[in-house]
């Protein structure tokens, strides 16, 4: 019974390991990312609050248009010429109604309504540069773990050229420089293994950082970048002013045209309608009955400003010229993206070509690696070809995996173009 008990205890915590072992470990697919950022990414999360804080400020024009109301009451104590000192309450409510204030209004509803689209472009370009920044770690921290899978492999290799160095030795084939020559290059291979775990350790403190994980979280992801050819993304364009850097300068220009138009309108007047009820103390008015110190008022107010020393015609110019300046750099900043678009397809397209020619290479590589250690078997070959074959084969391995890294490094820039 007390061996039974303790199987169950060990069958128990063997569990929990393994559901805390779980814990730790988090699968992480390229397709996860856009939706992980929105939901954990904290500068994301705040460019979304600053959209909404501005769409909060929208709806002015009608508001304008809505009654004010205003209320003033306390009490004060006071002495006015002969009269002895006094203690009286003042109080006044007032209402106030715009009727007509020369358009202003309305361009301040279209000042808003353009802030809303500038904070809406700021979050689309903040999400699209988080977005791009964990692609490329992303994809770094595969390229890392697809080399230290090619070095391990080569290191297998070598501890089999080495055994048979060692063999050949023994029935005096070789020299000791044989077995030197493999146990120098095993430790080459285990010191740029070491290296390359340890930057990949790094690298993934930069990945879970977008998403506020914990230090202690290991992410899982494919051991191998995938070669992959979209054809469909390579025919997508920017529609016009939709990239987020366009769309800033053009809500910027926007908003810089409907405040120099509120300053051209300078002097147009504005009319109000008003009533309220005012209580006086002694102090204002000369009643000692407070009943006669009270009044309602009801009437119609018409201002108009006749001259501001240029002020507003001055402002009116700049703003206008802000306005074009803003313009003109939109539309360069249009053909820029759109040359970035260009040479991320060209790139892209370049890459595709590049990586089947990389697995003809290998393919070829390791053919002669394997007639190399042949004829190593036979006594044609000695160590130093068989190290030279091998080394050739590991760069081919490396270069086709830096151009598949490349060609997702591109992708990555033609997705952040098109914002997607």
Same mark, same amino acid.
């Given at each position: 019974m007390q061996r039974y008990s303790y199987f169950i205890l060990l069958v128990v915590l063997s569990f929990m390991a393994i559901q805390e072992t779980k814990a730790d470990v988090v699968e992480l697919k390229f397709e996860d990312l856009p939706k992980l950022l929105q939901e954990r990414n904290q500068a994301v999360q705040g460019v979304q609050l600053s959209v909404q804080a501005s769409q909060k400020r929208t709806g002015h024009l009608v508001r304008s248009y809505l009654p004010t109301l205003s209320l003033e009451a306390g009490g004060e104590h006071f002495q006015t010429g002969s009269y002895s000192a006094e203690t009286a309450p003042y109080a006044f409510l007032e209402t106030r109604l715009n009727l007509f204030r020369g358009g202003k209004d309305a361009l301040e509803e279209n000042i808003r309504q353009s802030q809303v689209g500038l904070t809406q472009a700021q979050a689309q370009r903040a999400l699209t540069e988080e977005l791009t920044d964990a692609r490329k770690t992303y994809?770094?921290?595969?390229?890392?773990?697809?080399?230290?899978?090619?070095?391990?492999?080569?290191?297998?290799?070598?501890?089999?050229?080495?055994?048979?160095?060692?063999?050949?030795?023994?029935?005096?084939?070789?020299? *000791?420089? !044989?077995? %030197? /020559?493999?146990?120098?290059?095993? =430790?080459?291979?285990?010191?740029?293994?070491? $290296? +390359?775990?340890?930057?990949?350790?790094?690298?993934?403190?930069?990945?879970?950082?977008?998403?506020?994980?914990?230090?202690?979280?290991?992410?899982?992801?494919?051991?191998?970048?995938?070669?992959?050819?979209?054809?469909?993304?390579?025919?997508?364009?920017?529609?016009?002013?939709?990239?987020?850097?366009?769309?800033?300068?053009?809500?910027?220009?926007?908003?810089?045209?409907?405040?120099?138009?509120?300053?051209?309108?300078?002097?147009?007047?504005?009319?109000?309608?008003?009533?309220?009820?005012?209580?006086?103390?002694?102090? *204002?008015? !000369?009643? %000692? /009955?407070?009943?006669?110190?009270? =009044?309602?008022?009801?009437?119609?107010?018409? $201002? +108009?400003?006749?001259?501001?020393?240029?002020?507003?015609?001055?402002?009116?110019?700049?703003?206008?010229?802000?306005?074009?300046?803003?313009?003109?750099?939109?539309?360069?900043?249009?053909?820029?993206?759109?040359?970035?678009?260009?040479?991320?397809?060209?790139?892209?397209?370049?890459?595709?070509?590049?990586?089947?020619?990389?697995?003809?290479?290998?393919?070829?590589?390791?053919?002669?690696l394997s007639q190399t250690l042949s004829e190593y078997g036979r006594g044609v070959k000695n160590s130093p070809d068989v190290l030279g074959a091998l080394q050739r084969q590991i760069s081919f391995k490396r270069r086709y995996a830096e151009i598949k890294r490349d060609y997702q490094l591109f992708k990555t820039d033609l997705l952040g173009l098109l914002n997607r």
């Open positions: 994809w770094t921290l595969i390229f890392q773990r697809e080399l230290v899978q090619i070095l391990k492999e080569a290191l297998q290799e070598n501890e089999k050229n080495l055994a048979s160095a060692k063999k050949r030795i023994q029935r005096g084939l070789a020299t *000791d420089t !044989d077995q %030197v /020559d493999f146990e120098i290059n095993r =430790d080459v291979l285990q010191e740029e293994i070491s $290296s +390359l775990e340890h930057e990949n350790e790094l690298t993934q403190i930069k990945l879970r950082s977008f998403f506020s994980w914990a230090d202690e979280k290991l992410i899982w992801t494919p051991s191998l970048i995938p070669h992959d050819h979209d054809e469909a993304l390579l025919h997508m364009q920017i529609p016009q002013d939709s990239h987020p850097e366009v769309a800033q300068f053009k809500a910027n220009s926007e908003i810089s045209l409907n405040q120099g138009d509120q300053a051209h309108r300078w002097w147009l007047p504005s009319v109000d309608v008003y009533a309220g009820y005012y209580l006086y103390t002694l102090r *204002d008015r !000369d009643y %000692v /009955d407070m009943s006669r110190r009270d =009044d309602l008022v009801a009437g119609i107010r018409f $201002s +108009l400003s006749l001259f501001d020393g240029f002020q507003s015609k001055t402002l009116a110019s700049s703003l206008s010229l802000q306005a074009e300046g803003l313009d003109s750099q939109a539309r360069q900043k249009e053909k820029v993206i759109q040359a970035k678009l260009k040479i991320a397809k060209e790139e892209i397209k370049h890459h595709h070509e590049l990586t089947h020619i990389a697995e003809d290479r290998i393919q070829k590589g390791g053919k002669y």
